[in-house]
């Protein structure tokens, strides 16, 4: 099994920053993609943005220019750097792992959450 914890989120006003970080434990084997997904209140969950276990990163348009996925595969851990926050960013964001257990079981993992709130 394998355990995703988030942290990092909070209040910020407008044009802030805040960074996420999501550190993956338990019986892991190898680490595929790496994700974070938001979603805000009467809406769905949505991407917004991957790293896969190569490196090579994806956004979605409204984050463009202004969140940094990275990750630490010695520490099986993924962050998110969110500069020029805006009040629609506010969300509760979601981290998502494809991981390799060492039982040779590959599955999706989410942690629980943590809330982004924006101030105009």
């Known amino acids: 099994q394998v355990q995703l914890v988030e942290s990092g989120g909070g209040f910020v006003q407008a044009g802030g920053s805040l960074r996420l970080s999501c550190a993956a434990s338990?019986?892991?084997?190898?680490?595929?993609?790496m994700a974070w997904y938001c979603q805000a209140p009467g809406k769905q969950r949505e991407l917004v943005a991957t790293i896969m276990d190569s490196g090579r990163t994806n956004y979605a348009d409204s984050v463009k220019g202004r969140f940094t996925i990275s990750r630490d595969n010695a520490k099986n851990t993924v962050y998110l750097q969110m500069n020029s926050l805006k009040p629609e960013d506010t969300a509760v964001y979601y981290c998502n792992a494809k991981a390799l257990t060492s039982g040779l079981r590959t599955a999706d993992y989410w942690g629980q959450g943590t809330q982004v709130t924006v101030s105009s």
């Open positions: 338990g019986s892991i084997f190898r680490m595929y993609h």
